[in-house]
C-alpha cells in the first residue's frame, strides 16, 4: 500500500512537472507570437510613415518650388512697378517742365504789359492772367506733380501747407478761370459767402482751390444753361477750428442714380463715345483725397435732368493777419444810395442786391426792361442803375440806351461776361463795365469812385511798378544769363534791366562756359534743360575748369521733387524756378550781393 501510494505520488510530481514545462512553453510561445505582432504592427506603420513623409517632402519641394516662383514673379512685378513709377517722374518733369517754360512767357509778358498804358479794366483783364496763371503753377506742383503720382502709388498726398489767405479772393480767382467757358449763354457763375464765415482763414488755399476748380469744371462741362453756384457756410466752430461747409451747385444734365455710388473711386464714364460727356475724369477721385487731408469729407446729390450739388466739408483755422483792408474812408458815402439793379437771373439778383444792402445802399430790383421802365417813373430817383447785359428780349445795352435817352443824369453801370461783348461798349453810356462774375472789391471801389469825391479809381498796380531803379548801384554785380528760350531771354533783360542791370545772354551751356572763361561774372542764372551742353553739364564744367568761380543759380521751369537736389549736387549755389516771382528774384539778388561784396 505504502509503494502504491510512493508511486502514485511519484507520477502524480512527473506529471506536474510535465505540465508546468508545457505551461511555460505555451507562455513562451504566446510572447514570441506577440512579440512578432506588435513588430510586424510597427514596420508596417513605420513604412506608411516613411511612405507619408516622402510625399510630404516631395508636397514641400513643390511648395517651396512654387514660392520660389511667386517671390521671382514679385521681384519681377516689383522692378516692373518701380520702372513704371520712375517713367511717370520722368513723365510727370517733363510735362511740368513743358508747362513751366511757356507759362514763364506768360506771366513774364503779363507783367511786363502792366507798365504799359493800360485802363483800369484792361489792367483787370491782365490781373486775370496772372491769377489764371499762377493758379497753373499751384495746380503744376501740387496736383499733376503730386497728387497724381501719388494716387498712382497709392500713398498719401502729403503735407498741408497751412498759410492765411482771403477766402473770397480765392473763390472769385476760380470763378474767374471759367469766367468765358459756357460762352455768352452759357451758365452764369454765381458765390456767396454766409454770414459768420470769416473771409480771412488759415489754410491750404491751393488743395482748397483745387478742390472748387475741379468741381466748377464738371459743372461747366455738364451745364449748357442756369447757373453755377458756389456757397461756403460756417457748420461748427470748436477752440481754433472752424468746420466750413462748401456746396457747389449746378442746373446740369445731373448724374445718373447707378453712377453716384462710385463716383469718387475713378473714371465713372464707359467707353462708349456717346457716354464719354457723363466721364468726370480723375478730377472727382483727387478731390476725395484731398478733402480727406483736410479732415473733411464730399458727397453728392443729383436729379438726371436737373442737376447736382456736390457737397464737401473742411476744417481750417480763422486767419491771424488782414490780408486785404476791407475798409475805407469813403465807404458812407454809399449809405442810402438808390441803386436799381437789372437781372432777369433770381439768385444773380438776390445775392447782388443782398451785397449792396451790406455797403449801407437801398438795391430795388427789376427782372426786365419793362419793370425798370415802370420803376424809373414811379419810384425815386436813383443814383445808379446796374444793369446785366444778357436779358430777354431788349439786351441790357439796348435798355442802357433808352435809359440814356430819358434820364441822361443817372450813371449806368454793366455787367458783362468777360470776352462776350459781340460789340464794343459806346463812348459815354457806362460809367463802369464789370466783368462777370463781379469781383466784390472792384465793385465797391467802382461805386466809391462814383460817389465818394476823395476815391480815385483802384488800379491793379504790379510790383513791377514800383521796382528801384538804383537797386544794382547798392547791389552791384555782373550778371550773365543762360538761357535757350527766346521769349525768357526777354523777360530776364527786361526784369534785370528795370533794376538797373545789364546782364549778358547765352543762349547754351557751352557758351556759358566760353563767356566766363574770357570775362569775369559775379552770379549766372544757369537755366537747366538747353540744347547742346545743359545747365547742370555745363555748371560741372565751371566748377572743374576755372579759377575764378561764380555764384551759379538755377533758374529752370525743373521744379519737382529732387530737381533742387540735383542741381545743388551738379554745384550750383541757388535755385529759382519758373515762372520767376519779382520777391524772389529781388531776394536772391540780396541775398548774393551781400556774400560776394562783403
Given at each position: 500500500?505504502?509503494r502504491?501510494?510512493?508511486?502514485?505520488?511519484?507520477?502524480?510530481a512527473?506529471?506536474?512537472?510535465?505540465?508546468?514545462?508545457?505551461?511555460?512553453?505555451?507562455?513562451?510561445?504566446?510572447?514570441?507570437?506577440?512579440?512578432?505582432?506588435?513588430?510586424?504592427?510597427?514596420?508596417?506603420?513605420?513604412?506608411?510613415?516613411?511612405?507619408?513623409?516622402?510625399?510630404?517632402?516631395?508636397k514641400?519641394?513643390?511648395?517651396?518650388?512654387?514660392?520660389?516662383?511667386?517671390?521671382?514673379?514679385?521681384?519681377?512685378?516689383?522692378?516692373?512697378?518701380?520702372?513704371?513709377?520712375?517713367?511717370?517722374?520722368?513723365?510727370?518733369?517733363?510735362?511740368?517742365?513743358?508747362?513751366?517754360?511757356?507759362?514763364?512767357?506768360?506771366?513774364?509778358?503779363?507783367?511786363?504789359?502792366?507798365?504799359?498804358?493800360?485802363?483800369?479794366?484792361?489792367?483787370?483783364?491782365?490781373?486775370?492772367?496772372?491769377?489764371?496763371?499762377?493758379?497753373?503753377?499751384?495746380?503744376?506742383?501740387?496736383?499733376l506733380?503730386?497728387?497724381?503720382?501719388?494716387?498712382?502709388?497709392?500713398?498719401?498726398?502729403?503735407?498741408?501747407?497751412?498759410?492765411?489767405?482771403?477766402?473770397?479772393?480765392?473763390?472769385?480767382?476760380?470763378?474767374?478761370?471759367?469766367?468765358?467757358?459756357g460762352?455768352?449763354?452759357?451758365?452764369?457763375?454765381?458765390?456767396?459767402?454766409?454770414?459768420?464765415?470769416?473771409?480771412?482763414?488759415?489754410?491750404?488755399?491751393s488743395?482748397?482751390?483745387?478742390?472748387?476748380?475741379?468741381?466748377?469744371?464738371?459743372?461747366?462741362?455738364?451745364?449748357?444753361?442756369?447757373?453755377?453756384?458756389?456757397?461756403?457756410?460756417?457748420?461748427?466752430?470748436?477752440?481754433?477750428?472752424?468746420?466750413?461747409?462748401?456746396?457747389?451747385?449746378?442746373?446740369?444734365?445731373?448724374?445718373?442714380a447707378?453712377?453716384?455710388?462710385?463716383?469718387?473711386?475713378?473714371?465713372?464714364g464707359?467707353?462708349?463715345?456717346?457716354?464719354?460727356?457723363?466721364?468726370?475724369?480723375?478730377?472727382?477721385?483727387?478731390?476725395?483725397?484731398?478733402?480727406?487731408?483736410?479732415?473733411?469729407w464730399?458727397?453728392?446729390?443729383?436729379?438726371?435732368?436737373?442737376?447736382?450739388?456736390?457737397?464737401?466739408?473742411?476744417?481750417?483755422?480763422?486767419?491771424?493777419k488782414?490780408?486785404?483792408?476791407?475798409?475805407?474812408?469813403?465807404?458812407?458815402?454809399?449809405?442810402?444810395?438808390?441803386?436799381?439793379?437789372?437781372?432777369?437771373?433770381?439768385?444773380?439778383?438776390?445775392?447782388?442786391?443782398?451785397?449792396?444792402?451790406?455797403?449801407?445802399?437801398?438795391?430795388?430790383?427789376?427782372?426786365?426792361?419793362?419793370?425798370?421802365?415802370?420803376?424809373?417813373?414811379?419810384?425815386?430817383p436813383?443814383?445808379?442803375?446796374?444793369?446785366?447785359?444778357?436779358?430777354?428780349?431788349?439786351?441790357?445795352?439796348?435798355?442802357?440806351?433808352?435809359?440814356?435817352?430819358?434820364?441822361?443824369?443817372?450813371?449806368?453801370?454793366?455787367?458783362?461776361?468777360?470776352?462776350?461783348?459781340?460789340?464794343?461798349?459806346?463812348?459815354?453810356?457806362?460809367?463802369?463795365?464789370?466783368?462777370?462774375?463781379?469781383?466784390?472789391?472792384?465793385?465797391?471801389?467802382?461805386?466809391?469812385?462814383?460817389?465818394?469825391?476823395?476815391t480815385?479809381?483802384?488800379?491793379?498796380?504790379?510790383?513791377?511798378?514800383?521796382?528801384?531803379?538804383?537797386?544794382?548801384?547798392?547791389?552791384?554785380?555782373?550778371?550773365?544769363?543762360?538761357?535757350?528760350?527766346?521769349?525768357?531771354?526777354?523777360?530776364?533783360l527786361?526784369?534785370?534791366?528795370?533794376?538797373?542791370?545789364?546782364?549778358?545772354?547765352?543762349?547754351?551751356?557751352?557758351?556759358?562756359?566760353?563767356?566766363?572763361?574770357?570775362?569775369?561774372?559775379?552770379?549766372?542764372?544757369?537755366?537747366?534743360?538747353?540744347?547742346?551742353?545743359?545747365?547742370?553739364?555745363?555748371?560741372?564744367?565751371?566748377?572743374?575748369?576755372?579759377?575764378?568761380?561764380?555764384?551759379?543759380?538755377?533758374?529752370?521751369?525743373?521744379?519737382?521733387?529732387?530737381?533742387?537736389?540735383?542741381?545743388?549736387?551738379?554745384?550750383?549755389?541757388?535755385?529759382?524756378?519758373?515762372?520767376?516771382?519779382?520777391?524772389?528774384?529781388?531776394?536772391?539778388?540780396?541775398?548774393?550781393?551781400?556774400?560776394?561784396?562783403?
Open positions: 500500500m505504502k502504491l501510494y510512493l508511486l502514485l505520488l511519484t507520477v502524480g512527473v506529471y506536474l512537472i510535465m505540465l508546468t514545462r508545457s505551461l511555460w512553453w505555451l507562455l513562451a510561445g504566446a510572447l514570441g507570437f506577440m512579440t512578432f505582432l506588435l513588430y510586424r504592427i510597427y514596420a508596417s506603420r513605420l513604412y506608411t510613415s516613411q511612405i507619408r513623409a516622402t510625399a510630404l517632402e516631395q514641400v519641394e513643390e511648395l517651396h518650388d512654387q514660392l520660389d516662383t511667386l517671390i521671382r514673379k514679385d521681384q519681377r512685378l516689383s522692378k516692373a512697378a518701380e520702372q513704371a513709377t520712375e517713367i511717370k517722374k520722368r513723365l510727370l518733369a517733363a510735362l511740368s517742365h513743358e508747362i513751366r517754360t511757356p507759362m514763364n512767357g506768360v506771366m513774364g509778358m503779363a507783367s511786363l504789359l502792366v507798365e504799359t498804358k493800360l485802363d483800369s479794366q484792361q489792367r483787370e483783364y491782365v490781373s486775370g492772367i496772372r491769377n489764371c496763371g499762377e493758379q497753373l503753377i499751384a495746380v503744376v506742383n501740387h496736383i506733380v503730386d497728387d497724381i503720382l501719388n494716387i498712382s502709388k497709392g500713398e498719401d498726398n502729403g503735407q498741408l501747407v497751412i498759410e492765411d489767405f482771403d477766402l473770397r479772393s480765392c473763390i472769385e480767382e476760380v470763378l474767374d478761370m471759367f469766367a468765358g467757358a460762352g455768352k449763354k452759357g451758365p452764369e457763375l454765381l458765390y456767396q459767402i454766409s454770414e459768420g464765415v470769416p473771409v480771412q482763414i488759415a489754410g491750404d488755399s488743395r482748397l482751390r483745387q478742390i472748387l476748380i475741379n468741381l466748377v469744371e464738371n459743372a461747366v462741362k455738364f451745364t449748357s444753361q442756369g447757373e453755377i453756384f458756389i456757397g461756403i457756410r460756417l457748420i461748427g466752430k470748436e477752440d481754433d477750428q472752424l468746420e466750413l461747409e462748401f456746396e457747389v451747385r449746378d442746373t446740369g444734365i445731373g448724374i445718373p447707378n453712377k453716384i455710388a462710385k463716383i469718387f473711386e475713378g473714371l465713372s464707359t467707353a462708349s463715345p456717346d457716354e464719354d460727356k457723363e466721364n468726370t475724369g480723375l478730377g472727382l477721385v483727387i478731390c476725395r483725397r484731398l478733402v480727406e487731408m483736410m479732415k473733411g464730399i458727397e453728392v446729390q443729383s436729379q438726371p435732368g436737373k442737376g447736382c450739388t456736390f457737397t464737401f466739408c473742411v476744417r481750417m483755422s480763422p486767419g491771424r488782414p490780408l486785404r483792408n476791407s475798409l475805407h474812408p469813403g465807404m458812407m458815402a454809399l449809405q442810402d444810395k438808390r441803386i436799381l439793379v437789372v437781372d432777369d437771373n433770381a439768385l444773380s439778383l438776390s445775392l447782388l442786391t443782398t451785397q449792396l444792402q451790406q455797403w449801407g445802399t437801398i438795391p430795388v430790383a427789376a427782372t426786365s426792361g419793362l419793370q425798370v421802365t415802370n420803376l424809373l417813373l414811379a419810384e425815386a436813383f443814383d445808379l442803375v446796374i444793369i446785366n447785359e444778357d436779358m430777354p428780349g431788349a439786351d441790357g445795352i439796348q435798355l442802357a440806351r433808352s435809359i440814356r435817352q430819358q434820364y441822361p443824369a443817372i450813371p449806368l453801370m454793366l455787367l458783362s461776361r468777360t470776352g462776350n461783348q459781340e460789340q464794343p461798349v459806346e463812348e459815354g453810356i457806362f460809367s463802369y463795365v464789370l466783368a462777370k462774375p463781379v469781383r466784390q472789391h472792384i465793385m465797391r471801389d467802382q461805386l466809391l469812385h462814383l460817389f465818394y469825391s476823395g480815385e479809381r483802384r488800379s491793379a498796380k504790379s510790383s513791377m511798378e514800383n521796382l528801384p531803379a538804383d537797386f544794382s548801384a547798392t547791389h552791384p554785380l555782373r550778371l550773365l544769363i543762360a538761357e535757350d528760350n527766346p521769349i525768357n531771354q526777354k523777360i530776364a527786361k526784369l534785370l534791366s528795370k533794376l538797373g542791370y545789364e546782364p549778358r545772354i547765352v543762349s547754351d551751356g557751352k557758351e556759358a562756359l566760353d563767356e566766363l572763361s574770357q570775362q569775369r561774372y559775379d552770379l549766372v542764372f544757369m537755366d537747366v534743360q538747353m540744347p547742346g551742353m545743359d545747365g547742370l553739364e555745363a555748371t560741372k564744367m565751371i566748377r572743374l575748369c576755372l579759377d575764378i568761380q561764380p555764384v551759379i543759380i538755377a533758374m529752370t521751369a525743373n521744379a519737382m521733387q529732387g530737381d533742387r537736389d540735383n542741381c545743388m549736387q551738379a554745384g550750383m549755389d541757388d535755385y529759382i524756378s519758373k515762372p520767376i516771382e519779382m520777391e524772389e528774384l529781388l531776394a536772391q539778388l540780396e541775398k548774393w550781393s551781400a556774400v560776394i561784396n562783403r
